[in-house]
């Protein structure tokens, strides 16, 4: 046991929050030497227990009542030893009652000195009671307090572990600019602290942000460099960790057979730990894994030992989780209407609770499910919750972060490149009126007038020049501002500040076609980033000689592409889809390694809507081509579906009738026109 490292009271701990006890502590009967060297065993103690975490729960429980007795009581080392009693018993259904006596007796520390890390603690505490009880956001909030402690209030173990915290929770609620900069925070803590464990397990939540925020090159640098810090001072929990999230990250990746053999490896350190807690999340990304090989039975079984654990424990997100799996898992085995109903029961509570990065992963995997298994209505369906979902993950404030860096580091380079036009504008000035009062006394003096006024216009003429030169310096830099640097086309800045002339009072005026390339990810996984960046400018290109100049076209995300018209005559719409389908699948695009054939789904409509004139804001009217759009992808890509009609008299009825569109086609109370690309034509013509 940890217990040896430090001399402590013989007498039989008592289980009260503090662990008073009437021996004299190590504050009181130590000289100064001799209470450092205690301070630094006591230290190494407490690091000893929280490595290890809730996989020998008893045994720590047991050490850190027994380090209770040792220390001064309204100390610093009382607080930790609290804060660090009550993170490992948080995993622990049985234990609500001890968090919450814990949490109270923080929050009402006595001591000033130490009241900052006594209410940092507590939070600390409370967040992980919260996300235990299903309330992720009311954790997030709990935890915001620790910018407000400053460092000399906490100690770097402290703030450490709720910055740790704090991350994974905002990542998962969709907050990934945040995610990552409290990761990034976490990981300085980590690197001061001189452990390797938490240098590893920094890196392991920074990679799972990056993940979460789709940059997965960076996500898979980071997860390397902890599996080595992991590897140079390994234990089961640390390594668990580790192979949990390399394989999310290669499973993101496409890398399937990578991603499995990371999962197992988690699996089997899990189960090293002894922790059921740790084993219940391995199990569902082990049985995750099972699903993407289309082992639907194997992932079946690893979900209902998973489900058993997390009943056991009252682990909600591993319960969700494991009830997930098992649903795609019956859809795989062609129980599709029980499946569909588990896993939306799943991503239901995922919404819930706030989670609403795992909610749209899941309506994005049930859709790919649903599609591959012949459930089509379903699969459009499940898409468009998808897509809904996605854009509140994903808010602007976290695109403009994400999707766009590269635009925010050219913009803060542009202005500082206005600023010092600017600095050279005045300091232009400022020589012109210089040479302005120099000239006034040479007029006084000397009485040079027709001098002075032609050296003055000379002068004028100059910084005339120079403040043209500035106006058409900022012009340039603002429009390089709006422009996606690798396509060249308008993006998302660009096309806010344009679609007020089409949107006026809220009501979108014009065709809209959204585009989605097809496959794009296998391009990356199978080709290389490099050659999916050619696919993005060929396709953009291509655009480009299709449109006419008046025509926005927009890099909107990813592998999408945003169109906008003014006007709106149906026939136009209909052939300019078809152009558009034809000419970016013909010809292949060049790219070294061989040329990559390249299809899109499209979605297109024209506003107000038909035959009612129904008037939408733009940003409904974006959703109801990305909903056709999906259709598209969910009938087999390479076609274009649009809307010619819907009978609906308000934009309520739209809505209505867009949650199920394809039902409503069938009724007849949507009218949709469809187009198929010509290798799409060709093969219908085939089968039939």
């Not at 007795?69 to 607080?79: D, T």
């Not at 990304?285 to 099972?290: F, I, R, T």
């Amino acid at each position: 046991m940890l217990l040896c490292l430090i001399a402590f009271s013989s007498a039989q701990a008592n289980d009260s929050p503090s662990g008073a006890s009437a021996k004299p502590g190590l504050h009181t009967s130590a000289s100064a030497p001799d209470s450092l060297v205690a301070k630094t065993a006591l230290l190494a103690a407490l690091e000893r227990i929280e490595r290890s975490g809730s996989s020998r729960a008893p045994e720590n429980d047991l050490a850190l009542l027994a380090l209770l007795a040792q220390v001064a009581p309204g100390s610093a080392e009382h607080v930790e030893v609290l804060a660090l009693r009550g993170s490992l018993n948080a995993d622990q259904a049985d234990k609500k009652p001890l968090l919450e006596r814990l949490i109270k007796e923080l929050e009402a520390w006595p001591n000033p000195a130490q009241r900052g890390a006594a209410r940092l603690a507590a939070a600390h505490l409370r967040a992980k009671l919260l996300l235990r009880q299903g309330q992720p956001a009311l954790a997030i909030k709990s935890l915001e307090m620790v910018d407000s402690v400053a460092d000399n209030e906490a100690s770097l173990t402290l703030r450490l572990r709720s910055l740790g915290l704090l991350a994974s929770l905002l990542s998962d609620a969709g907050e990934v600019d945040a995610g990552i900069n409290t990761s990034v925070m976490a990981l300085r803590l980590a690197e001061q602290s001189g452990a390797v464990w938490r240098r590893a397990n920094a890196l392991v939540s920074l990679s799972f942000s990056y993940m979460r925020a789709q940059q997965l090159e960076r996500a898979k640098q980071l997860i390397a460099e902890a599996q080595q810090l992991a590897l140079l001072d390994p234990d089961p929990m640390s390594l668990s960790r580790v192979y949990n999230v390399r394989g999310m990250v290669y499973s993101e990746l496409g890398d399937a057979g990578t991603a499995g053999q990371a999962m197992q490896l988690a699996l089997d350190y899990a189960r090293q730990t002894g922790n059921p807690v740790t084993l219940a999340l391995a199990l569902g990304n082990a049985a995750d894994s099972q699903l993407r090989k289309s082992d639907f039975l194997r992932a079946r079984q690893l979900s209902e030992e998973a489900l058993v654990l997390a009943l056991a424990t009252h682990d909600l997100n591993s319960e969700t989780l494991a009830r997930q799996n098992i649903g795609m898992a019956k859809i795989g085995l062609r129980q599709i209407a029980e499946g569909k109903r588990e896993v939306i029961a799943a991503i239901g509570v995922d919404e819930a609770q706030g989670q609403f990065a795992q909610a749209s992963d899941g309506w994005l995997e049930l859709a790919k499910q649903l599609e591959r298994f012949g459930d089509q209505l379903g699969a459009v369906q499940a898409y468009h919750h998808y897509r809904k979902l996605n854009d509140q993950v994903l808010r602007e404030d976290s695109r403009r972060a994400v999707l766009e860096a590269q635009a925010r580091f050219d913009n803060e380079r542009q202005a500082k490149e206005i600023e010092a036009l600017n600095q050279g504008n005045q300091l232009k000035a400022e020589q012109v009126r210089a040479g302005d009062l120099r000239l006034r006394l040479w007029a006084a003096l000397g009485g040079c007038v027709l001098l002075s006024g032609l050296l003055m216009w000379l002068a004028y003429q100059r910084i005339g020049k120079t403040n043209q030169a500035l106006a058409l310096s900022n012009e340039s830099l603002k429009r390089q501002g709006e422009r996606d640097p690798l396509t060249g086309l308008a993006n998302r800045r660009h096309f806010q500040a344009a679609i007020k002339r089409l949107a006026d009072k809220g009501r979108f005026s014009g065709t809209v076609f959204l585009i989605d390339i097809d496959h794009f990810k296998r391009v990356n996984d199978s080709r290389g980033h490099a050659a999916g960046d050619a696919v993005l400018v060929e396709v953009a290109r291509r655009l480009r000689l299709i449109l006419r100049d008046e025509d926005m076209v927009v890099r909107w995300g990813g592998e999408e592409f945003l169109i906008v018209v003014d006007g709106r005559d149906a026939d136009a719409a209909r052939v300019l889809a078809q152009r558009l389908l034809d000419n970016i699948a013909q010809p292949p695009v060049p790219c070294a390694g061989g040329d990559i054939a390249v299809t899109a789904s499209l979605g297109f409509a024209s506003f107000p809507l038909a035959p009612h004139d129904v008037a939408l804001s733009w940003e409904r009217a974006i959703d109801l081509v990305d909903t056709v759009m999906y259709m598209a992808k969910a009938h087999g890509r390479n076609r274009a579906y649009g809307i010619k009609a819907m009978q609906a008299s308000d934009a309520a009825g739209v809505a209505e009738l867009s949650a199920r569109i394809e039902a409503a086609w069938h009724e007849g109370t949507v009218e949709l026109l469809a187009l198929l690309g010509a290798s799409a034509l060709v093969r219908e013509e085939e089968e039939a």
